[in-house]
């Protein structure tokens, strides 16, 4: 990984070379710094032994846990590559970093908006400077491939510079009376420390989409990344530093979820919680965390559908289904993974799919040519992996893939090929389950009608797509699916920075993340009444 020469210290001086020390603390690196008449060069040197073990960042100073409990962060594409080692934060850090964000809370709220917004309008300037630089390493320890990478950082960009320009536009309503001489307003208010917890798919555009609006609207936040992409959390937080986020504003505490992450949701100061995973998990932390009152947002798992008519543009469906299904080796919430088609043009689709399937290159994500990366890691894999035998034991047919990838280069990652299950039923588990790998469900019906009902039974309601070039299905489609989010003749996946995000039905709970709702679940809406007649009330106002 390159790094670069302003963000580390001298600890010597020579001509040829010198030994630095990272400016967060112990030393990390060697860099050698030739200098000769012509010309200034750097390179990094990272021995063996130098693997980056994270820090928590607390009331503004980054700090090594005293946890015993370590986990390493491997690159899922070649485990032999470690790029480094996570103390998992004891309960007593993480209840410091939310007692730090507390007392940084009075002074940030003070700050105005605009001038909060500023210093995330810097942040989303730092990300596009060191944009290839976080490109890489999300690469590195998430797996997915570097144009993913860096269109994941492209969106990070514009979901920091959209949430700064909302600094300005942090406005109420002022509203008529039913009195003359009296009118009422509304204004947004922050709530006090909120808790940003991220899952690791996407582990830089999540949480620059939760922690810009929630420091925008004036709260104080503790940022719990997952611990699988400790890399990534960091390089975003030591961004929001240098752009000049004050001591205590903006808290980073790297640990697992059931210590770390219980202490910080559990703390009577926080007031809401962000949260972005699995159902699982989402439904115990609303629990937890809606039962003493704080507010919560989940967004969580999703099935979604595309439905390919008969006068689809078939070139079409095909490539955004793969699309859908396979980029991201089907790590999204948004991902495809059930593809309704109707009978007359589904022997076709399939075909078409399959091929297209078996001819992806698969690959580590730092090389340009590959198509789909690995799995994240070796619980993903097997959880995988078994959904395929789950898949063929109730009776689906494997059209393609249904294995582990093997190959040159692929025997040390978590490759899984891409694959395709043709004729699933409604009611066999790879039709209802999120797998978040690349395994695509096809599911034949006879009709619309049919595909409707099948699009529509299921828990959970993120995204959806239809192929067709009927405007009368394409205008019924929109009206009676059951989603929160639905694209027509393209993929399931994407989101705009400046357009609301969310799910319906067993995915979504609480507001909508992004777009013109972003800074709702950060804000609290107070309604002031104002009457300046200067007299008692005569009227009667119930
Ligand atoms: C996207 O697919 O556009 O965890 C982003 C997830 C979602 C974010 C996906 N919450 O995959």
Redo the contacts with the bound molecule.
Sequence with gaps: MLLQIDKLKFVGHFRTAACVQASRGAPKRIVIYCWAQRFRNTLTVLPNNSMDTYRNFIGGEWVESTSSRMVQNLNPANTDDVIGSVRQATRDEAKRAVDAAAEAFRGWRATPAPARGRIVARAARLLEDHKEELAQILTREEGKTIAESRGELQRSINVAEFCAGESRRMNGETIQSELSSNFAYTIKQPLGVVACVT?W??PV??PVWKVAPALVAGNTVVFKPATLTPATGVRIVELFQEAGIPPGVLNLIIGSGSEAGDAIINHPAVKAVSF??SNQVGIRLYEEVSRRGAKVQC?MGGKNPVLVMEDADMELAVESTAQGAFGSSG?????TSRVVVVNDVADEFVERIAKRAGSMRIGAGNDPATEMGPTVDEDQFKTVLSYIDIGRDDGATLVCGGSRAMGDGLDKGYFVNPTVFDHVTADMRIAREEIFGPVLSVLRVKDFDEAMQVANDCEYGLSSSIFTTDAVRVFRFVDEIETGMTHINSPT???EAHIP?GGIKGTGIGDREQGSTALDFYTDLKVVYVDYTGRKREGNLY
């Design positions: 899952p798919n996407f555009a999540i972005t995973g967004e790590q999204r919430c948004t991902a996946t994407g989101g995000f």
